[in-house]
């Protein structure tokens, strides 16, 4: 059973950074891609930074030079940095595993943890 558990979230003022976590079981991290995406009140969830097997890391446009995706295979966990926040990045964001199950991939999701930039 794959599972995927955020945290990290909270509130900080417009300009600050947050560190969000999730931690991946039931499955060997450095063999799946994996992925934030966030969803604001209202709004569909977007993608916000992919981090692939092979080092590979893909950014939204939004959060180039602010977000950073890396991951720790040792620790089976995934980190989105932030820094320079601003209010538009209020919302819940999600991590996402794709993982290889025979014949085909099966997306994952954890629950969400709440990131609140106030003004």
């Known amino acids: 059973q794959v599972q995927l558990v955020e945290s990290g979230g909270g509130l900080v003022q417009t300009g600050g950074s947050l560190r969000l976590s999730c931690v991946v079981s039931?499955?060997?991290?450095?063999?799946?891609?994996i992925s934030w995406y966030r969803q604001a009140p209202g709004k569909q969830r977007d993608l916000v930074a992919t981090a692939g097997t092979g080092g590979r890391t893909n950014y939204a446009d939004s959060v180039k030079d602010r977000f950073t995706i890396s991951r720790d295979n040792a620790q089976n966990t995934v980190y989105l940095q932030m820094k320079s926040l601003k209010p538009e990045d209020t919302a819940v964001y999600y991590c996402k595993a794709v993982v290889w199950r025979g014949p085909q991939d099966v997306v994952y999701w954890g629950q969400g943890t709440q990131v609140t930039v106030s003004s």
């Open positions: 039931g499955t060997r991290l450095n063999m799946n891609t």
